[in-house]
């Protein structure tokens, strides 16, 4: 529905814009082509998602460091922490990222309460989040991962939400989690 609004009003300002215009022809050199208008219409706001990781200052690892080919941050915890959530930081480089919001992990002795709260107009359509005793999660194969789809908790129909919460069952010495979104509003 937003993009059909954005369709009907981006036709009735052309439509408006055309209808003020008159053609002008330069008659005083022949060789001179008529006027032309040229309109750049940009994209409307908010339709690009980027990717987004939790990075925790002083409790990141990036995944290129442990050998992957993707970028995003494993972090090590052992009580409460909240972390910053940054989109498009490729190569785990926080300058050419943004900052959208932030992962808050509430770490209780059998449970972790997880909290995801986007910036200001951003919003989140997936996330996916892996908590464990070790780095990574592991395929079934055994072999270390960093793909989202592997990680212990998902939801893929936020559908746009600012802000998700939901409670993890923990099993043994969970000391790692990841923490990852798509997050829309570019």
């Known amino acids: 529905m937003k993009k059909l609004t954005y369709l009907f009003s981006l036709v009735v300002a052309l439509a408006v814009l055309l209808a003020a215009c008159q053609k002008t022809t330069f008659e005083d050199n022949a060789k001179t082509p008529d006027s032309t208008l040229k309109v750049f219409i940009p994209p409307p706001p908010g339709d690009e998602c980027e990717t987004a990781y939790g990075f925790g200052e002083d409790i990141a690892t990036c995944f290129i460091d442990e050998g992957f080919g993707n970028w995003g941050w494993t972090n090590q915890f052992n009580e409460t922490v909240t972390v910053d959530l940054y989109a498009g930081a490729g190569q785990c480089d926080l300058d050419v990222g943004t900052w959208v919001g ?42 270390k991962t960093v793909s989202p789809g592997q990680y212990t908790y998902k939801n893929d129909e936020l559908g746009g939400v600012n802000n998700y919460s939901f409670t993890v069952e923990l099993e043994g010495e969970e000391t790692y989690f990841i923490a990852h979104a798509v997050v829309c509003g570019f």
């Open 102 to 143: 932030t992962v808050t992990v509430d770490y209780y002795i059998d449970y972790a309460d997880i909290t995801y709260t986007m910036d200001g107009d951003y919003t989140m359509d997936e996330i996916h989040f892996y908590i464990g005793e070790t780095m990574f999660p592991t395929t079934k194969k055994g072999k």
